[in-house]
Every structure is written in C-alpha cells, then in structure tokens.
C-alpha cells in the first residue's frame, strides 16, 4: 500500500456518486430542518427559543443521533493518537469519557432540570449570578470555539481535492456555517441524524474488511510495537489521567447541556445518554481497530493522515466513496454543532443585552466564531493533541470544580466567590506554565495547579451557613 494519496481523482464513478449522495442528503436535512421552524410563533423570545433549542421539543431518536454524531468530529486527532500510542486511545479518548457519561446520566440530569436555561452560561448565572455568567460564557466560548474541527475540514478537503489546508478551512468553514445559521439548531440535529448513520457505518466497514484482509490481533501483535497493547502507551501515569480529568469536561460540557435543555424531558435526556454511551463505545472499538491496522500497514505515513488513506486503499468501489463521506459526517456534525454553540454563547451570553435581535446576532456570529477558529489551528500549529490539552483544561479546571460544587452545595457558592475561583485558576495555570520548574516539577501538568488552586478557594471561602437557595434569578 501506498503511504499517501495526493489526489482521489482515480476514484471510481460509483464512489463519486456516492460520495455526492451522502452530501446531498445532508443539505436536504439541513433545508427540511430550515422548513421545520415554527414561523407562527410571534413573540421574540419563543422565535428564539425554537431557532436555539428547537423550541425545547428534542425527540429520543434525534437526542441520540445528534449527541453521538456531535462527539466525534476531531477523527483524524484520535488517528493519531491511536497510531503513536495505541490502545492508550481507547483509554484516554474512551473509557475515561464513558465514566463521565454515566456521572451526567445518574446525577446532572435531574439537577439542571429544574432550571429552563437555554445555554451553560445561563445555566451559570441563574445558580451564581450575573459575574459567574459573564465569566462561563467566556470559558466556554474559548474552549467550544471548533478550532480542531475546523482543521480536521481543512485536511479532508486537502486530501480528498488537493485543496490547501487553508483555502480548505476558508471554504468547509463557509459551507458548514451558511446551512447552520440558515435552519438553526434543527438544521443541525436533522443533518446529524444523516451523518450519524453514515459515519457510524463507515467506521465499521473499515474494521470488517480489516480483518478479512489482514487477519484478526494476531496480525496487529506481530506488526505494531508493544507498547501499543499497553493502557499508557509509553506515556506517564500521571500524564495519563490528565485525561480522566479533561473527560469529567463532560459534566459541564455546552454540546450535552444544549441538548439537555433541548429535550422534551429528563427520561429522555438519561436514556438517551444511556443508549449513546453504548455506541460511542462500539464507535471507538472501530476507530481504535482500524488506526491500529492503519499504524501496521502503513508505519512510514503521517500519523494524522494514515487511517484515511489505508482504508482508502483498503475498501472496493462504491464503500471507498462512502467511507470518505463517512469521514466528511464525523468532522461537519462537530463543525456545526460548535459552530452554532460558540455563537449562541457569544450572541446570546455575551451581546444579548447590547443587541436584542438574538437569531440575527447569532447568524453572523458563526461566521465571525469560523474566522476565529481559522486563526487559532495556526497558533496551535495543527496540533490535535495540543489543541485539546489546551482548551480542555483551562475549561475544566477552571470551571468544572465550581459548577459541580453549585450542584452539591446550592447557593452556598456566591457570585463573586465563582469568578475569583475561576479567574485565579487560569491566573495559576498560566504562571506555571512560565516558572522555572526542576525534573521533578516538570511532570506536573498546569492543570492540575489550576484544578486544586480553585478547589482550595472554594472550600476555604464558601459560606458554610445559611439557607442554600435552590435557584438565582439574573435575567
């Protein structure tokens, strides 16, 4: 096999017209969802409920489909973990995140359902107050802000046309954000709905026609190294559970929440965490398998890329097409999901008191989110992992510990305590990250100084007495 592809212009005319196909259905999605809007609502706030959250009417098929969907849009970021570490994919990108999944489930589900917020800022102010809110929303904003979906569009659209990564990012960008901003929210839970079946199908063609091919873990044993079958993958410990943390990201994650508040009820929301938990894990059973095979049939390729032009080599005429719109659905179901959610926090959380039309302000700030994260994947160099790292754990730390503390100790976190905790926090990790530090200190990820120096804030500062109060009005 070949180690990389320039081109997929020899792809045979039943891939194209596959490919195409899966494309065009996404579209009709995206316009039936456009078509679905309530335009007899006439007041403004129930106009911008239904063009927000669907006008709170989320189904359980389409809460599944839209949330499994969501979830995987950085593909080629998880490619290349798995194909420098292994199964340390499956551990730090899988098993950690299912934890979170079923913590949400059992224990956030019924605590945010009191509350008929319409984003996690909102959400935030409504226990803390107006402060907490502001802060949350610039947190959140940061870190829902697509910078690694943007890039993963950028190098699908390179590799599949020869397209640069930038032009590639300019146009997937453009593309992806006109029939978000166009339908709302039910443009992108109906166009998830397609590539929810898509991506999850494409997957799973990869791993079956692995291992007719090549053999089952026999053949993966003898031509990967060891520590690719080990939990760590050569990693530390301690750099390894990082990553439990960054899932526990989950908890206060702004895709679950959007959709939480979405849903008709919470029976739907915990079933349909319960059911996606399930078919993320069969998800990245797949993508793991198929990295791994990638990683032995092609060692010399790059390791973001190797998993797209394996099983591009791998799969007959026809799949190969629907495998590469496969890849497309798993990066544009993140892509405009982000997209949108970065927007309703910018125009909804941060403009809405300066500008009052919300749907008009959130259709021009996904374009203006689009450009941000252009820029961002050229600071974070194309990073994956770092991109993550990154804004996952400024995110995390900094706000994980007092939301999760507002749910246990209501009203006894004040708004002013919240964003002190918050904003020492980022000030902690930051200045770790620039002080001279000996081997030993070294090891200590930044993120760790952030989580515990909130945590400390919080406990000493919290009120211990007092009613706690159920619910805060800022509105």
């Known amino acids: 096999m070949l180690n990389e592809l320039k081109t997929i212009s020899y792809f045979h005319w039943l891939d194209w017209t596959v490919f195409f196909a899966v494309l065009s259905a996404t579209v009709a999605a995206a316009v039936y969802g456009m078509r679905r809007i309530n335009k007899k609502r006439e007041n403004k706030p129930a106009k911008a409920l239904d063009y927000l959250l669907m006008g709170r009417q989320l189904t359980l098929p389409l809460f599944v489909a839209t949330l499994v969907a969501t979830w995987y849009g950085g593909i080629f970021g998880v490619n290349e973990i798995t194909f420098n570490y292994g199964i340390y994919n499956f551990v730090t990108q899988g098993a950690f995140w299912y934890i979170s999944y079923l913590i949400f489930a059992f224990f956030i589900t019924d605590k945010i359902a009191r509350f008929k917020s319409v984003t996690l800022p909102d959400l935030t102010g409504q226990m803390f107050g107006p402060k907490s809110a502001k802060v949350a929303a610039i947190f959140t904003f940061f870190y829902i802000t697509p910078v690694a979906y943007v890039l993963s569009l950028g190098m699908f659209l390179h590799m599949v046309f020869g397209i640069g990564i930038l032009p590639g990012m300019v146009l997937g960008t453009l593309f992806t954000g006109l029939y978000s901003a166009w339908g709302g929210f039910r443009s992108v839970v109906f166009s998830d709905l397609v590539q929810f079946f898509v991506m999850c199908s494409a997957v799973l063609l990869v791993v079956l026609f692995s291992v007719g091919t090549f053999g089952g873990l026999s053949f993966l044993k003898a031509n990967l190294p060891a520590s690719h079958f080990t939990l760590t993958g050569g990693n530390s410990w301690l750099n390894t559970l990082i990553w439990g943390f960054i899932a526990l990201s989950t908890l206060i994650d702004p895709s679950f929440y959007q959709r939480c508040f979405a849903a008709k009820n919470p029976r739907i929301v915990k079933k349909g965490i319960l059911i996606s938990t399930f078919i993320w894990f069969c998800f990245d059973l797949c993508t793991t398998a198929g990295s791994l095979y990638a990683r032995a049939v092609l060692p010399q390729a790059e390791p973001g890329q190797a998993y797209f032009f394996y099983a591009i080599q791998l799969l007959p005429a026809g799949l190969k097409g629907f495998f590469v719109a496969g890849i497309l659905s ?11 959610i970065a927007s309703n926090t910018l125009s909804f959380d941060l403009l809405r008191f300066r500008i009052k039309n919300i749907v008009l302000s959130n259709r021009v700030s996904i374009f203006l989110v689009g450009a941000l994260a252009i820029c961002m994947a050229h600071m974070f160099h194309g990073s994956f992992k770092e991109i993550w790292l990154v804004l996952g754990s400024y995110f995390s730390a900094c706000l994980l510990v007092p939301i ?72």
């Open 330 to 340: 798993i990066i544009l179901s993140t892509l405009n999901s982000f997209l949108f």
């Open 404 to 475: 999760l503390m507002g749910y246990l100790y209501p009203g006894r976190i004040s708004d002013r305590l919240f964003v002190a905790s918050s904003l020492t926090s980022a000030a902690a990790m930051t200045a770790w990250r620039f002080f001279p530090k000996n081997e030993l200190l070294e090891a200590l990820d930044p993120f760790y100084i952030g989580i515990l120096t909130g945590l400390v804030i919080l406990l000493i500062f919290r009120q211990r007495g007092g009613t706690p109060v159920a619910r805060i009005t800022y509105r």
